[in-house]
């Protein structure tokens, strides 16, 4: 019914020849269940997708414009001709670093669908908003004001990340529990707005300090259909055991 998917994103790390290297060995991960996607650096987009590899590529950021007097953006136009068929919109290090708000997260959301990319949305929650226990109103205000806009037929280009940001890249992993309880109220939130055959249709992914121990008892959880992966992902045999796991 909907996809499982292991999605690694390499973030602002490796060489140029690391990253054709690794590459190249996720290209040989052959899962028949799960689709697998990169995220290179933006610059090594274009090399990695001339190597023609048996994978899917997509891009850690855009700017929302198709082009313009944007100084040092990249349009999505352009990763598109660079060659790549996804998108991760919403990830918590550009909420927090670079200061990107719900209402730019929907304009990005909107640029990338209308040009046919899709969308993989994170959203999550800091460590002092699960410690108050209001985690679900958090997220689902993230999905509002980002992602309800959009109609049943857009939503088909659109994956959701549930990345709780205590787990990022800080070996902290939400408990299988954790992760299911709010994916399940994920899934519930689209089926009252929009229905139970569209909430079953979407995939949602589990990312935070995802590795090749957690990842078997996450992925079988009723509604973690995959993985948005960080560090793990830099390492082909661990990215490739995590893939693996469904
Ligand atoms: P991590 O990163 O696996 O290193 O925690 C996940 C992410 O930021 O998507």
């Known amino acids: 019914m ?10 602002m790390n490796l060489s140029e020849n690391e990253a054709i290297q690794l590459a190249k060995e996720v290209a040989e991960i052959k899962v028949s269940n799960a689709e697998v996607i990169i995220f290179p650096p933006a610059i ?7 190597l023609g590899l048996d994978i899917k590529i997509g891009a850690q950021n855009f700017y ?9 953006e990249i349009s999505i136009n352009q990763l598109k001709e660079a060659g790549i068929s996804y998108v991760i919109v919403g990830h918590s290090e550009r909420r927090t ?11 990005k959301v909107n640029a990338a669908l209308e040009l046919g990319i899709h ?3 994170c959203c999550g929650e800091e460590l002092a908003i699960r410690e108050k226990g209001t985690e679900n109103e958090f997220v689902k205000n993230q999905l509002v004001e980002s992602i309800f806009h959009l109609n049943a037929d857009q939503l088909k280009n659109v994956t959701i ?13 939400a408990s299988k529990e954790q992760a299911e309880g709010m994916h399940l109220f994920i899934r519930e939130t689209f089926a009252s707005q929009y229905s139970q055959e569209l909430a079953n249709g979407i995939s949602i992914l589990y990312g ?9 008892e ?3 959880c009723p509604n973690v259909d995959g993985g948005l992966i960080g560090g793990a992902a830099l390492k082909s045999a661990d990215f490739s055991s995590i893939a693996s796991s469904f």
Do not use: H, M, Q
């Open 2 to 11: 909907r996809k499982n998917i292991v999605a690694g994103n390499w973030k």
């Open 44 to 50: 090594f987009i274009p090399t990695i997708s001339k």
């Open 64 to 72: 929302p414009k198709s082009n313009g007097a944007f100084t040092g």
């Open 97 to 107: 670093i670079l200061k990107e708000d719900n209402e730019f997260l929907k304009e």
């Open 119 to 121: 969308v993989i949305f």
């Open 161 to 173: 990340a549930y990345e709780p940001i205590w787990a990022i890249g800080t070996g902290l992993t």
């Open 208 to 216: 935070g300090s995802c590795n090749p121990t957690n990842a078997k």
């Open 218 to 220: 996450l992925f079988a």
